[in-house]
Nanobody
Framework: VQLQACGGGLVQAGGSLRLSCVASGDIFSINNMGWYRQAPGKQRELVATITDGAMTNYTDSVKDRMTIFRDNAKNTVYLQMISLKPEDTAVYFC???????????????WGQGTLVTVSS
């Protein structure tokens, strides 16, 4: 199973970006998907998660500015980001709980990360 994230880049404060992450490989089903981020010198933190039933959860600092959604047919999760702030600068990682067979327990997989830089 591989997760490939893309969509990062350099944007001015107040700008927008959309990240996407596609899961591929030996996949029977995907439970939760999510985005985490790690700023320079800081620990990785949760940004948002979404269940296979589209229930979402956000960290307080991104509520009303970021929206997570998924396309189950494409095994893809997205993070729409608006009103970006310099403190949003980080490497953003996607994650997915993948079940490879119906009888197997799901395992967590991570993408390689995509860099978001917000200039002031």
């Amino acid at each position: 199973v591989q997760l490939q994230a893309c969509g990062g880049g350099l944007v001015q404060a107040g700008g927008s970006l959309r990240l996407s992450c596609v899961a591929s490989g030996d996949i029977f089903s995907i439970n939760n998907m999510g985005w985490y981020r790690q700023a320079p010198g800081k620990q990785r933190e949760l940004v948002a998660t979404i269940t296979d039933g589209a229930m979402t959860n956000y960290t307080d600092s991104v509520k009303d500015r970021m929206t997570i959604f998924r396309d189950n047919a494409k095994n893809t999760v997205y993070l729409q980001m608006i009103s970006l702030k310099p403190e949003d600068t980080a490497v953003y990682f996607c994650t997915a709980q993948v079940r490879r067979r119906r009888w197997m327990a799901p395992n967590d997989y991570w993408g390689q990360g995509t860099l978001v830089t917000v200039s002031s």
